[in-house]
């Protein structure tokens, strides 16, 4: 009698454990006043470089998208006489 009450509460404590762990997965991980970037953006490669990087953080420029300042303005000025 005893091994079946002993059952009972490995039962019931692993029931707790796997419905709190199953919550804790449902819950969303940023909290709903936070702004944040969206979790699949666009990748663009540089121009210059090949880099990828996301198109929020490439800098347009004459001839496509760049991973900075100074690949924008040796493309530029590599590609100024075309």
Excluded: N, Y
Excluded at 66 to 77: I, N, S, V
């Amino acid at each position: 009698m005893k091994f079946l009450v002993l059952a009972l509460i490995v039962f019931v404590v692993l029931w707790l454990v796997r419905s709190a762990r199953r919550q804790d997965l449902d819950r969303p991980t940023d909290s709903p006043g936070t702004a944040s970037r969206p979790r699949h953006e666009e990748m663009v490669a540089c121009a210059q470089c090949g880099m990828h990087l996301p198109f929020s953080e490439a800098l347009p420029g004459r001839g496509g998208m760049f991973c900075g300042e100074p690949h924008r303005l040796a493309f530029e000025k590599a590609h100024a006489d075309r």
